[in-house]
């Protein structure tokens, strides 16, 4: 089946920087769109950034936006979120998903139905 594993959360002072990572398994992760979301206590699940599978096409949240670097490696099925300039703001669980469509190449969906697969998540905490 599906697995998706996302690693590299911790506690960050406010300014640094963190670098997650989600290993995929059980599907052609190459043909696949993966997403970055997040969820602070509170509130709800939200649109981070996502990747087409080809890597042609990002998008990203407007609040990341010049902060956050999505990326992937298709060899290695893994899908990364660089996060730069940290703010309290953005403690969360991140969690990476996979596109619930295949084989279209510019395709990067920004909304939560849109995926079918989910990772258990990774919490960030940015201290300020």
């Known amino acids: 089946q599906v697995q998706l594993v996302e690693s590299g959360g911790g506690l960050v002072q406010a300014g640094g920087s963190r670098r997650l990572s989600c290993a995929a398994s059980?599907?052609?992760?190459?043909?696949?769109?993966m997403g970055w979301f997040r969820q602070a206590p509170g509130k709800e699940r939200e649109f981070v950034a996502s990747?087409?599978?080809?890597?042609?096409?990002?998008y990203y949240a407007d609040s990341v936006k010049g902060r956050f670097t999505i990326s992937r490696d298709n060899a290695k099925n893994t899908v990364y979120l660089q996060m730069n300039g940290l703010e309290p703001e953005d403690t969360a669980v991140y969690y990476c998903?996979?596109?619930?469509?295949?084989?279209?190449?510019?395709?990067?969906?920004?909304?939560?139905?849109?995926?079918?697969?989910w990772g258990q998540g990774t919490q960030v905490t940015v201290s300020s």
């Open positions: 990747i087409s599978w080809s890597g042609g096409t990002t």
């Open positions: 998903a996979a596109d619930r469509a295949a084989f279209q190449p510019m395709r990067a969906p920004r909304e939560i139905y849109e995926y079918d697969h």
């Open positions: 059980g599907l052609s992760f190459s043909r696949y769109a």
